[in-house]
């Protein structure tokens, strides 16, 4: 477990890994890395590994380290989240899921997806396209296409009701198509 750094201190290794310092960049990382898992797990069960999402949110926190400037006046965790929820996101949007999604819209999707869980535990029901569209400030159209987009994936290979034989890609596959020889030699 790495120490907590105090103000001066976080100003000190700004300024000298703004020159490009390692030894400060990595200091300044290591001393905030808890706060990559607090953020990390607000984006768990979203297709991608908790692990695999801390490890995008260290990448973040080395780019922040990276960047930091001191002279802003801003704390440097309150300037690293940013890159933090940047890394995480481009994770989800890369890897999260089998179609990938651009960066913007996986953010617009965040915001539904913790919308939608504060309306439903405000309403005790799941809340409308219409109310979703007016608490993230989308139009109900692109909510529900986001909505759409973001349903859970079919397996093909996935068993069909209690039956472990039986796969949903064969009510795709006809005799016929099974052998493509047939239709060649016709």
Same mark, same amino acid.
């Given at each position: 477990?790495?120490?907590?750094?105090?103000?001066?201190?976080?100003?000190?290794?700004?300024? $000298?890994?703004?020159?490009? +310092?390692?030894?400060?960049?990595?200091?300044?990382? $290591?001393?905030?890395? $808890?706060?990559?898992?607090?953020?990390?797990?607000?984006?768990?069960? !979203?297709?991608?590994?908790?692990?695999?999402?801390?490890?995008?949110?260290?990448?973040?926190?080395?780019?922040?380290?990276?960047?930091? +400037?001191?002279?802003?006046?801003?704390?440097?965790?309150?300037? *690293?989240?940013?890159?933090? !929820?940047?890394?995480?996101?481009?994770?989800?949007?890369?890897?999260? $899921?089998?179609?990938?999604?651009?960066?913007?819209?996986?953010? +617009?999707?965040?915001?539904?997806?913790?919308?939608?869980?504060?309306?439903?535990?405000?309403?005790?029901?799941?809340?409308?396209?219409?109310?979703?569209?007016? *608490?993230?400030?989308?139009?109900?159209?692109?909510?529900?296409?986001?909505?759409?987009?973001? *349903?859970?994936?079919?397996?093909? +290979?996935?068993?069909?009701?209690?039956?472990?034989?039986?796969?949903?890609?064969?009510?795709?596959?006809?005799?016929?198509?099974?052998?493509?020889?047939?239709?060649?030699?016709?």
């Amino acid at each position: 477990r790495h120490e907590l750094i105090t103000p001066e201190r976080e100003k000190e290794l700004g300024a $000298r890994a703004q020159k490009g +310092d390692q030894e400060a960049i990595q200091e300044l990382a $290591r001393a905030n890395l $808890r706060f990559v898992i607090s953020v990390a797990k607000k984006y768990q069960n !979203r297709g991608v590994s908790l692990t695999d999402l801390i490890q995008e949110g260290n990448v973040g926190l080395v780019t922040a380290a990276r960047k930091f +400037d001191p002279e802003q006046g801003v704390k440097f965790i309150s300037y *690293a989240v940013w890159w933090i !929820r940047q890394a995480i996101l481009a994770s989800l949007a890369n890897h999260g $899921r089998a179609v990938r999604v651009p960066l913007n819209r996986a953010s +617009d999707l965040a915001r539904i997806f913790r919308e939608k869980e504060r309306l439903k535990q405000e309403k005790g029901r799941e809340p409308t396209t219409e109310e979703l569209a007016e *608490a993230t400030a989308l139009t109900p159209e692109l909510v529900e296409s986001l909505q759409t987009l973001n *349903a859970a994936e079919i397996r093909l +290979d996935a068993p069909i009701g209690d039956s472990e034989d039986s796969q949903l890609v064969e009510r795709f596959i006809t005799e016929e198509a099974a052998e493509p020889e047939i239709e060649v030699e016709s």
